[in-house]
Every structure is written in C-alpha cells, then in structure tokens.
C-alpha cells in the first residue's frame, strides 16, 4: 500500500515560486508513473504534470507549461514540482498521485493513490 504525503504549499505573491514536494512510502517508488493535479474551489480536479519512472520525460498541462516544472529521486521516494511566475489562478489544492499503469495518465481516475493535498495560495 503506497502512501504519500506533499508538503511545500503556502501563501506566495504573484510571480513569486514555490516548491512541491511528495514523499512516498510503502511500496517500490520507481514502479510508479507520478501525476501533480490541482482542485480549486467550485472546479473539477484537473491535471496538471506526469513524470515517467526513470524521469527522463514529464508532461504539462498548458495552463503551466514553462512556469512548472517536475522531477523526481527515486533514491528518496520523492516527486518535486516547482512552480515559477505563480498566478492567481493556480491557486488551488495539488495532489500528486501515482499508479503503475493507465491508458490516459491525464485523467485522476487512472491513478490509484493520492496524497492527502497541500493548499496553494496566489494573491495578486
């Protein structure tokens, strides 16, 4: 049973960056394709980055394409996502989420575990 825990939220001002962190236990973390979404109030969850195993290759929704970035350790059990020229907009509740397979890693429901969230805040 992998369980995972993010952390790394906060208040941050417009065009400032924060880092996301997801730390894994419980099973191989190397096994798992990662995947960062969002929920933000009244809205749908929604993707937002993958990683593969080795994290050689990501995925980015286009809302977050050049500002986000995402990397892992497999050594560490951990998964990162950095957030650069943070909007208001991506104020939102980030989840990482991980499973071993999928037919559409843009979708939640293909992934099989989740962290419980971390609360991002984005003043304008």
């Known amino acids: 049973q992998e369980q995972m825990v993010e952390s790394g939220g906060g208040l941050v001002q417009a065009g400032g960056s924060l880092r996301l962190s997801c730390a894994a236990s419980?099973?191989?973390?190397?096994?798992?394709?990662m995947g960062w979404f969002r929920q933000a109030p009244g809205k749908e969850r929604e993707f937002v980055a993958a990683?593969?195993?080795?994290?050689?290759?990501?995925w980015y929704a286009d809302s977050v394409k050049g500002r986000f970035t995402s990397s892992r350790d497999n050594a560490k059990n951990t998964v990162y996502l950095q957030m650069n020229s943070l909007k208001p907009e991506d104020t939102a509740v980030y989840y990482c989420?991980?499973?071993?397979?999928?037919?559409?890693?843009?979708?939640?429901?293909?992934?099989?575990?989740w962290g419980q969230g971390t609360q991002v805040t984005v003043s304008s």
């Open positions: 989420a991980a499973t071993t397979t999928f037919s559409n890693f843009y979708r939640d429901y293909e992934y099989r575990y």
């Open positions: 990683i593969n195993w080795s994290g050689d290759t990501t």
């Open positions: 419980g099973g191989t973390f190397s096994r798992f394709f």
